[in-house]
């Protein structure tokens, strides 16, 4: 009798129901009042652009903006060949401008073409209000947990979404929550093969800090990993204050890493946007 108690009390550790998982994180966050009080919300802070062949760093400034239903993600950096990043989910459709002579950066290539991650409301995390799981609408795709496993020296739980549609074979998208506290550490996308294409992935800036992006970019897989740390209490929510992307692309050349380290400096509760904020017809 014992062995059976032993073995459905270690089944239980090892298996929790998404929703339950969900749930937890909720709370993690904050209280609900609270939560639904904080839809009109504003990141600011500073980024960093980092490549690593050469070893280069461009610093820069971030704003990241929701409204609970449109997103707004826009950094801006002193290079000439990367002036700046926009990303935006506007009115449920994915908004990513080119950046410079008709081209996107490799962030912005890669989420155009892989607009599934942002059209089902998962990259950001809890840095935008658009959170999937703030919501209590949890259609548009398929959640599964695949167990209980360790990131670096934490316990997580780790649940695999598909989105509406499905994924091309090999691809994935995980998320991992704390096991003890709920907050959401990480969430990978890999994508075997470009859905869409990356015909506006071009080169920019052959041989300067941009790098030969349309090299690298000619490959067939890629791996986005978010990040999110040093979670503090801001404007009466729990929040991460550290993100970061991490964007592998796998070329000819072998892989390319690019990264953007982004530290929140605050939290700002908006009483009301601006007419057209979430467009960027204002942004130059």
Not at 100 to 112: A, Q
Not at 247 to 275: C, H, M, Q, V
Request: charged share 25%; net charge neutral.
């Amino acid at each position: 009798m014992s062995f059976v108690v032993l073995c459905a009390t270690t089944l239980a550790q090892d298996k929790m129901a998404p929703e339950e998982i969900f749930a937890k994180h909720v709370a993690s966050i904050g209280k609900k009042d609270m939560i639904a009080e904080s839809k009109n919300l504003m990141a600011i802070g500073g980024c960093e652009f980092v490549t690593h062949r050469p070893e280069q760093k461009v610093p820069g400034r971030a704003v990241l903006a929701s409204n609970g239903t449109d997103l707004a993600f826009f950094t801006k950096f002193g290079s000439v060949d990367y002036p700046m990043e926009r990303i935006g989910v506007f009115n449920d459709k994915v908004n990513i401008p080119p950046i410079k002579l008709g081209n996107r950066s490799p962030l912005g290539g890669f989420l155009n073409s892989y607009d599934k991650t942002l059209a089902s409301r998962i990259f950001g995390g809890s840095v935008f209000s658009t959170w999937r799981f703030l919501s209590p609408d949890r259609s548009g795709g398929k959640f599964e947990t695949e167990g209980k496993k360790k990131l670096d020296d934490r316990d997580v739980w780790v649940v695999n979404f598909t989105p509406k549609g499905g994924l091309t074979g090999g691809s994935y998208i995980k998320l991992y929550f704390d096991a003890g506290n709920f907050h959401h550490l990480r969430t990978v996308y890999r994508q075997k093969q470009p859905e869409n294409g990356f015909a506006n992935t071009t080169a920019m800036g052959r041989g300067n800090s941009a790098g030969n992006w349309d090299a690298d970019m000619a490959n067939n897989g890629f791996t986005l990993t978010e990040d999110f740390s040093d979670f503090r209490t801001d404007k009466g929510l729990i929040l991460p204050h550290k993100y970061s992307i991490i964007l592998l692309s796998d070329g000819a050349n072998g892989t390319t890493e690019r990264d953007w380290n982004l530290t929140i400096e605050e939290y700002r509760l908006i009483k009301d946007f601006p007419t057209d904020f979430f467009s960027f017809k204002n942004v130059a």
